[in-house]
């Protein structure tokens, strides 16, 4: 028998009172009582992406309000700007290409962040002004790096442009204050720091954003933001929603309310951390210089196949760490530790990887690992 640990970048691990919350019988989408479940959702959003602006809520996964933003608040041949430094960079470019936007790009290099004032460069090079969009990942989860998404915010306030933020991963475990930084319009999903089964896709919008979308020209119908706006003003949405997802959101945003956001954050970033020196100390090398604290990428040591590692510890420990994407697969594992994470999944995996690496042939001080992830978990 081996308990299961989801310790990947997403879907992440639900708590009990989660699950529990979503047995809740269905009840009508015109209702008083739903219209109350959705504000109190909303509250939660609003408290910790940190802004007052509405935000709208739609039944899709991450992407599709990725998608929405793209449908709602631009016309085909428009100029936009995306920094692509992993697969969630590549994907806003792939979805602006497929609405006929004129996409320019930033590539940095795997594993790094880019320099916001690569930037700023493209932005002065810009004489009239014509680029409508800034589009950036807070967290990429593909490399494990984090974006500084504040100076990038003072950076495109100074400009004509949209910054557009998806932080599908990155929301609740690593801070992001969408008011305070100036970002217009901020993405996320329900299932990996908020911590509840995927299917919730969240959206907020500044002033600059509607004013957008007005003139915006795009096709779209069961994305269009007046239409969820309208509808979002008195707490509801326009058709069908998820309602048991709904349950389950606002037990997870009480959950975090209840730890607090600092806390939630700092408790991220102790465990990303021990992570960190964990992997370091058993003679392992991260993959990303810019860490992100809700996923830690780790090369494959070498003369191990990492996927076959992986099926071990699933197989014999069940925890389920994850492989890597597109051009990384095969060469990297992913550890998330995001949402409803805790020292001890920390310590489980990392026992886990003690043995199993140790069993596949790789050379380190065994228990090491175990011990440098201790040394930082009990600061808590
Ligand atoms: N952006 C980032 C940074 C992500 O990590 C993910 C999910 N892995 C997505 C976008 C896409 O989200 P979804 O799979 O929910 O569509």
Redesign the pocket.
């Known amino acids: 028998m081996a308990k299961f640990r989801l310790m990947a970048?997403?879907p992440a691990m639900i708590p009990e009172q989660v699950y529990r919350a979503m047995t809740e019988k269905v009840i009508h989408h015109r209702s008083n009582e739903f219209r109350t479940l959705v504000q109190e959702v909303e509250e939660g959003l609003q408290y910790i992406f940190q802004t007052r602006n509405k935000i709208l809520i739609f039944a899709s996964?991450?992407?599709?309000g990725?998608e929405s933003a793209v449908a709602n608040l631009f016309s085909p041949e428009d100029k936009v700007l995306v920094v692509q430094a992993g697969s969630?960079g590549e994907?806003w470019t792939q979805i602006c290409k497929n609405y006929g936007l004129s996409v320019k790009t930033i590539d940095v290099e795997w594993g790094r962040a880019v320099n916001p004032k690569l930037i700023e460069q493209r932005l002065k090079e810009d004489k009239e002004g014509k680029i409508k969009g800034v589009f950036t990942?807070?967290?990429?989860?593909s490399t494990g790096v984090e974006t500084d998404m504040q100076e990038i915010g003072k950076i495109v306030a100074g400009y004509n442009a949209l910054l557009i933020c998806?932080s599908?991963?990155?929301m609740a475990c690593c801070n992001l204050e969408t008011d305070a930084w100036q970002i217009d319009v901020v993405v996320s999903?329900c299932?990996?720091g908020l911590m509840t089964p995927?299917g919730l896709?969240f959206v907020s919008l500044s002033e600059s954003a509607w004013k957008a979308h007005k003139k915006a020209k795009n096709p779209r119908f069961y994305f269009d933001y007046a239409t969820a706006l309208k509808f979002m003003e008195g707490f509801s949405t326009p058709y069908t929603p998820a309602i048991s997802l709904f349950y389950g959101q606002r037990e997870a945003l009480r959950m975090i309310k209840e730890e607090g956001l600092p806390n939630v954050l700092a408790r991220h970033e102790r465990q990303a951390r021990a992570t960190r020196a964990a992997v370091q100390a058993m003679n392992l090398s991260l993959f990303s210089i810019n860490h992100a604290n809700n996923v830690t990428v780790i090369n494959g040591p070498d003369g191990v196949n990492v996927d076959e590692m992986r099926e071990r510890i699933l197989h014999k420990y069940g925890i389920y760490l994850a492989g890597g994407q597109d051009s990384l697969k095969g060469k990297v594992f992913r550890i998330g530790h995001m949402g409803y994470c805790d020292a001890m999944d920390i310590i489980s995996t990392i026992s886990a990887l003690d043995i199993t690496l140790t069993e596949m042939g790789h050379i380190f001080n065994q228990t090491q690992g175990i011990k440098a992830a201790e040394d930082i978990l009990k600061e808590e």
């Open positions: 970048p997403g996964s991450g992407t599709g990725m969630f994907r990942t807070h967290t990429e989860t998806d599908v991963s990155g999903g299932q990996k995927p896709s």
